[in-house]
């Protein structure tokens, strides 16, 4: 009789409950699991458009450099220099602006990224980045287009080495745009996205 007492208060207990393995986040109290694996998705998604504005960032420094480099040397006496002609001391001109901007920009985000610190707020930063990207990328496109009326005229009756300076120097304006306009997309994103920890 003891015995089928014993089977009686074995039957009504319930199953023992198995913790769950170590790292299973799916078998955690709901929505806890499924919090911490969004916040660290967006860590992640944080940490690489960084990583991408830093990219574009210093592509746009490198092509600025070079366009400015390749105009202000392009002097080869007689017309043959850079400095007769008004678009061309434009395009040199915004060639420094935008070397100045990039410059100080991949400065600041090297530097955000190496110590973890920001030195403005987000807001600021995406605003900052969001207009400045702009205003530079609408200046290099401007200088660049100014330059090609000028540049074809000149290739019509002389191909040398100062119009393919000039060349040069405007492509390499125009990847630059590229490169900015591409990033002020990405502070675009950064702006409408005001959803911090």
């Known amino acids: 009789m003891a015995d ?7 039957d009504a207990l319930p199953a023992p409950i198995t913790p769950p393995a170590a790292g299973d986040g799916e078998s ?4 806890i699991g499924a919090g911490v694996s969004n916040i660290v998705k967006r860590w992640k998604r944080e940490d690489m458009v960084k990583r991408g504005s830093l990219l574009l960032h210093g592509l746009a420094l490198v092509f600025s450099l070079i366009a400015f480099i390749v105009m202000a040397s392009n002097t080869h006496g007689d017309w043959k220099d850079f400095d007769r002609y008004e678009e061309y001391r434009y395009v040199l001109a915004i060639a420094i602006l935008s070397t100045l901007y990039t410059g100080l920009q ?12 920001e030195s403005f707020s987000r807001q600021k930063l995406a605003l900052l980045s969001f207009f400045g990207d702009q205003v530079v990328a609408y200046l290099l496109l401007s200088a660049a287009s100014s330059a090609v009326p000028l540049t074809n005229r000149m290739r019509e009756n002389n191909d040398n080495i100062f119009t393919d300076s000039s060349v040069a120097a405007i492509s390499m304006e125009c990847l630059a ?7 002020a997309l990405i502070s675009g994103y950064k702006l409408s996205n005001k959803s911090h920890i």
Do not use: D, I
């Not at 089928?4 to 074995?10: A, L, M, P, R, S």
């Open 28 to 31: 955690q109290a709901p929505g």
């Open 177 to 183: 745009f590229f490169a900015l306009a591409v990033s």
């Open 4 to 10: 089928e007492n014993v089977h009686k208060v074995t």
């Open 106 to 117: 991949v400065l600041r985000q090297v530097h955000e990224l190496s110590t973890g610190t």
